[in-house]
């Protein structure tokens, strides 16, 4: 999804993906560097003990293993990630990053491994739980009438509410931008955080990627939440996860291509999303 910026992990933590595999990397290729944040469950997240779990991190083991490559995961604040690709001291992001316009303009992004949209999540009993919309695509790479009805009646049933996004975020702009001044906005430097004040009422609802709600309304508090509204996606908000990789680096990124279109065909990807997301979040799901 589109990342907001994330507490900054103190411990210096490394996982070594592609290590436990019999063949070993061809000689003379060095360890590659990925940045991630872990800080964004089920994409990446750090354990108690420290060590990297999630969607991303298990997948790389996957990828770095084909590659016969071996590769280091390091947490970092994702204020500081773009600039630390493009000084080289990390080879590639992996960090559930949206491929949007902006982004594309100054990173190479590679084939697509997600396909996400925003939903809407609020009370099973609060006041929206029955937008409008409900499952309908908002596409904001298709401008038109349609689009312009569904913001309007979405704009509407927000007025006078007060919801709560992730600070810098795309659901921000969408908030601030195509609803204006008639809904509140309250921002969170954390999910927890706003988390727990949706499941406490003090906010009326949230806009958030499905890959990210999904496991948040599996859990014993989250069953009081509901998901509504239309699937947006587009603009802004991007259309699809992939590794980014500095411009004009076109052979590392062709190698991850190749793998990530294998893990594509072969179920990979789906099978580690249905276990992290409790969906399947591959590209080419018809959005």
Not at 149 to 178: C, E, H, P, Y
Request: net charge positive; charged share 25%; hydrophobic share 45%.
């Amino acid at each position: 999804m589109i990342r907001a910026p994330g507490p900054r992990l103190v411990l210096a933590l490394v996982l070594a993906l592609g290590a436990c595999h019999a063949t070993p990397p061809p000689a003379g290729l060095r360890e590659l560097v990925i940045g991630t944040e872990g800080a964004y469950p089920p994409w990446n997240f750090t354990r108690a003990d420290g060590s990297l779990a999630g969607f991303e991190p298990e997948y790389l083991r996957v990828l770095c293993a084909r590659l016969h490559r071996r590769c280091r995961l390091v947490p970092m604040d994702w204020d500081g990630m773009i600039g630390a690709l493009q000084t080289g001291k990390i080879d590639l992001i992996a960090d559930a990053v949206q491929i949007t316009p902006e982004r594309a303009a100054v990173l190479a992004f590679g084939r697509p491994y997600g396909l996400s949209t925003g939903l809407t999540a609020t009370l099973r009993n609060g006041a929206l739980a029955d937008l409008p919309d409900r499952d309908a695509l908002m596409d904001f790479d298709r401008q038109g009438p349609a689009l312009d009805a569904m913001i309007a009646r979405m704009r509407k049933a927000l007025a006078g509410k007060v919801v709560g996004v992730a600070l810098s975020g795309a659901f921000d702009t969408f908030l601030n931008q195509a609803i204006g001044p008639g809904v509140t906005v309250r921002y969170y430097r954390t999910m927890g955080e706003r988390d727990l004040d949706l499941l406490n009422g003090r906010i009326d609802a949230t806009i958030e990627d499905e890959t990210y709600l999904r496991p948040l309304l599996a859990t014993r508090d989250g069953a009081g939440l509901v998901l509504g509204g239309p699937r947006m996606i587009g603009g802004t908000m991007g259309r699809g996860e992939a590794l980014a990789f500095r411009r004009g680096d076109n052979q590392l990124r062709g190698e991850f291509d190749r793998a990530i279109e294998a893990t594509l065909a072969d179920d990979t990807v789906r099978r580690l999303g249905l276990k992290w997301f409790r969906m399947d979040a591959s590209p080419g799901r018809g959005h």
